[in-house]
């Protein structure tokens, strides 16, 4: 037997806006200090390294790079981004998104 819930507009907006932030907020805790204290935070991490961090995909991880939002330091033939600046760069999206929401 199939049960259906009967939900607003709002109130679907709400779950989906909280469960996004939940999501988020879980995946900056695994970013956070609890990285090893032996890593320095300006190693530099390749484009797969960063996009795995960043949870993205290459095409957002180069959109990214072109409009700024993230930078990339081009060694000879190679993309390389520095760990520090891509979690400050997590860190600004999370409060931008936060204080959009809000």
Same mark, same amino acid.
């Given at each position: 037997?199939?049960?259906?819930?009967?939900?607003?507009?709002?109130?679907? !907006?709400? =779950?989906?806006?909280?469960?996004?932030?939940?999501?988020?907020?879980?995946?900056?805790?695994?970013?956070?200090?609890?990285?090893?204290?032996? =890593?320095?935070?300006?190693?530099? %991490?390749?484009?797969?390294?960063?996009?795995?961090?960043?949870?993205?995909?290459?095409?957002? %991880?180069?959109?990214?790079? !072109?409009?700024?939002?993230?930078?990339?330091?081009?060694?000879?033939?190679? =993309?390389?981004? !520095?760990?520090?600046? %891509?979690?400050?760069?997590? %860190?600004?999206?999370?409060? !931008?998104?936060?204080?959009?929401?809000?």
């Amino acid at each position: 037997m199939t049960e259906f819930i009967i939900t607003t507009p709002d109130q679907l !907006k709400t =779950v989906i806006l909280e469960t996004v932030q939940n999501e988020m907020q879980r995946h900056f805790k695994a970013l956070s200090p609890a990285e090893p204290a032996t =890593v320095p935070q300006n190693d530099l %991490l390749t484009r797969k390294e960063a996009a795995n961090l960043l949870g993205v995909s290459f095409p957002t %991880l180069n959109e990214w790079s !072109k409009t700024g939002v993230i930078t990339g330091y081009r060694i000879a033939t190679r =993309v390389r981004y !520095k760990r520090s600046e %891509l979690v400050e760069s997590l %860190l600004q999206m999370q409060t !931008k998104k936060t204080r959009r929401a809000a």
